[in-house]
T-cell receptor, first 113, second 113 residues
């Protein structure tokens, strides 16, 4: 079945450590996105990529990094520079057409302990 | 920059009744797409309905319909015959060109049995 998969579902990190969240899609979508969701703040865009080997910062990119070496994969690294990393992270993918819907993964809940 | 505003953090409705969720947006573009997404307790984002800005006819999907007022930059979602399964967070979103999908802060909908 086609879809978008995030792993792990829950992740715990000690302060000062980097951690990488996985996002894989087999929908043949060109565009991929990472959003952060906090209570009362909706979905805020961290990074997005419209083509392999290229990506752009979103509204809250500080403390995060990404790579897009393969069309199917768009991992997000939460670095120690991210001051408040505890949040729910959603990955999405879409075609690059204007009317396309975005397909979302099931999310990763990151907790800093 | 495009912004999306949802002014109702929470709404409630009696089962089988009708409820309208509000959304306004700010853009200088003339051709764009608007979406309503649903996020149930599972946190899986699901597309509810989409509207093309150049179409005057309001989109409808079964019990879900929109009231799109382009001049007023308003895009409300009407849910008819509300069901318990409609309980969720609802997000309004805007998409233009190859830009990021921009979300509002969401409205939490409670269905009262």
């Amino acid at each position: 079945d086609g879809g978008i998969t995030q792993s792990p579902k829950y992740l715990f990190r000690k302060e000062g450590q980097n951690v990488t969240l996985s996002c894989e899609q087999n929908l043949n979508h060109d565009a991929m996105y990472w959003y952060r969701q906090d209570p009362g703040q909706g979905l805020r865009l961290i990074y997005y990529s419209q083509i392999v080997n290229d990506f752009q910062k979103g509204d809250i990119a500080e403390g995060y990094s990404v790579s897009r070496e393969k069309k199917e994969s768009f991992p997000l690294t939460v670095t120690s520079a991210q001051k408040n990393p505890t949040a729910f992270y959603l990955c999405a993918s879409s075609t690059n057409y204007l009317n396309t819907e975005a397909f979302f993964g099931q999310g990763t809940r990151l907790t800093v302990v | 920059a495009q912004t999306v505003t949802q002014s109702q953090p929470e709404m409630s409705v009696q089962e089988a009744e009708t409820v309208t969720l509000s959304c306004t947006y700010d853009t200088s573009e003339s051709d764009y797409y608007l979406f309503w997404y649903k996020q149930p307790p599972s946190r899986q984002m699901i597309l509810v309905i989409r509207q093309e800005a150049y179409k005057q006819q309001n989109a409808t999907e079964n019990r879900f319909s929109v009231n799109f007022q382009k001049a007023a930059k308003s895009f409300s979602l009407k849910i008819s015959d509300s069901q318990l399964g409609d309980a969720a967070m609802y997000f309004c979103a805007y998409n233009f060109g190859n830009e990021k999908l921009t979300f509002g802060t969401g409205t939490r909908l409670t269905i009262i049995p």
